[in-house]
């Protein structure tokens, strides 16, 4: 098993997650299993690959074109506020795409950035990060660490952190979980700091399906069910037999990434039997679409005042910086 792809970690997490999942317990939970890594060639775990795959052929996934977009033109609005000597703490910085389109543009719009701090489970994408940001900007200190976010025990002790979580990724943790993961890590955090957040905050449900409801978002989301399979002792089950379908709840702003079975199956996961029905759903996760004042709102119930946003041309994408 290559134990550098970080999934391992996850493992007992995973198992306990995915037996309330098939239990019926509780929905929407697999976010953090999304983007797994295939441990050998014939390992069918390919949820990092798939992604990028569904990026570049997917014309209509707007949200990271648009991100970019957002980042280039109007980053420096944002940077502006932050002052001299910030360090930028990314969690999750993703490809290297994800890094030279993004992350980059945005640190370079900073004044006398102090440093960067690149947190990931991934450690083929922490190596990349720090390869990217000493090759692109110099005089700054670097560090990477290969941890997974949600589990953080601290935070390196730096002058002016800013954390950064872009990619939306802040719209797939359940809405509970949200205060939770913020509040702590203003907590880990300690003293004054901003935090630069960006989410998709379209209402728009013909875009959003045109976004979503697409073959190669399919193939991505349906491999979530290999990750179970291949992580978690589930002998029997078939974890090809699902498909996906995405479901829009406007009330909740919540896009839905729910996978039908299409075979009856019957194995255990934690000692317990899971008996499935054809057409049978389940909620994997979601990609909340919260409106930009239903965002605040919720950061500033963590202790946080918002300072600014900016939007992409679309008006789809929002960035925000709040300090804490
Ligand atoms: C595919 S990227 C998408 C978000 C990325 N920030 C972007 O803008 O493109 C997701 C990144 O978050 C990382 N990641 C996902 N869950 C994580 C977790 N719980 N802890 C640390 N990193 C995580 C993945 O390894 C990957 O680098």
């Keep these: 098993m290559n134990k550098d792809t970080g999934d ?7 198992e306990q997650d995915a037996a309330e999942l ?51 033109t109007k980053g420096h609005l944002l940077t502006s506020l932050l002052g001299s000597n910030a360090t930028f703490i990314e969690l999750g910085p993703g490809s290297e795409q994800s890094i030279r389109l993004k992350t980059l543009p945005l640190l370079r719009s900073c004044s006398n950035l102090s440093g960067y701090v690149g947190i990931d489970i991934s450690k083929p994408f922490v190596d990349k990060v720090l390869e990217v940001i000493r090759s692109e900007i110099s005089g700054i200190k670097t560090e990477g660490i290969q941890q997974d976010f949600t589990q953080l025990k601290s935070l390196p002790d730096v002058e002016k952190p800013v954390i950064l979580f872009k990619g939306s990724t802040i719209a797939n943790l359940r809405r509970d979980e949200v205060p939770v993961f913020i509040s702590g890590i203003k907590e880990l955090v300690g003293k004054k700091h901003y935090l630069f957040l960006v989410h998709d905050a379209n209402q728009d449900e013909v875009s959003l399906m045109k976004a979503y409801d697409t073959p190669k978002m399919a193939v991505f989301m349906e491999n979530i069910m290999c990750r179970v399979h291949r992580d978690v002792s589930t002998v029997g089950m078939e974890p090809k037999e699902f498909t996906y379908k995405p479901e829009w709840v406007p009330d909740n702003h919540d896009l839905k ?68």
């Design 257 to 324: 990434h729910v996978l039908t079975a299409t075979k009856a199956q019957k194995f255990d996961i934690q000692g317990e039997t899971i008996e499935i029905e054809v057409g049978q759903k389940f909620h994997t996760l979601s990609s909340f679409k919260y409106p930009i004042e239903v965002f605040q709102k919720m950061i500033s119930a963590a202790g946080y005042q918002s300072i600014d946003v900016i939007q992409d041309q679309s008006t789809r994408m929002a960035a925000h910086v709040f300090e804490g």
């Design 22 to 72: 098939f239990s019926g317990k509780i929905s929407g939970n697999l976010w953090p299993y999304l983007y797994g890594t295939p441990q050998d060639a014939n390992d069918q775990v390919r949820g990092g690959i798939l992604y990028n795959e569904m990026l570049e052929g997917e014309k209509d996934y707007y949200l990271y074109k648009y991100e970019a977009e957002l980042f280039q």
């Design 8 to 14: 391992k970690k996850f493992t007992n997490k995973l």
